[in-house]
């Protein structure tokens, strides 16, 4: 299951995950178990903020964020590690940055509240780009 939030050349896109190696992009992560849904991103707006001087020169990129959230959907600060960066520091730096002000819906097995790791992708795509990917 995936859900995406898009605003201002943001996409987010959580992803399940089931813990395993710190190097994961969204083709590779791990099948969603049956009766599991994971975290689902609730904030109305990306918190997010594309750099500004990136934003200006057309920098895009993907981060993939390693993340823990408790069975109410809070993500354990600590938690936060980059599992693939997008090649720019400030991109990675950025998506990381906005993890304190992402708000989570919790993962739920089986229609009950789960503590889980998970994917979290964050795409700067700059909405002049012509390309699908990040550069």
Known sequence: MRAALVASGVILIALACSGGTDQATPEDSAPTPSGFEPPVLTNPEVPV??????????????????????ETGHVVP????????????????????????????????????VATPFLQSVQFRHPESTSGEGS
């Open 49 to 70: 903020r594309y750099p500004p001087n990136l934003y200006t020169a057309g920098t895009e990129g993907i981060v993939v964020l390693r993340l823990y959230a408790d």
């Open 78 to 113: 600590e938690s936060t590690r980059v599992a693939e960066g997008s090649g720019h520091p400030a991109l990675d730096s950025a998506a990381v940055q906005a993890v304190p002000s992402m708000r989570f819906a919790p993962a739920r097995r089986d229609g009950v509240p």
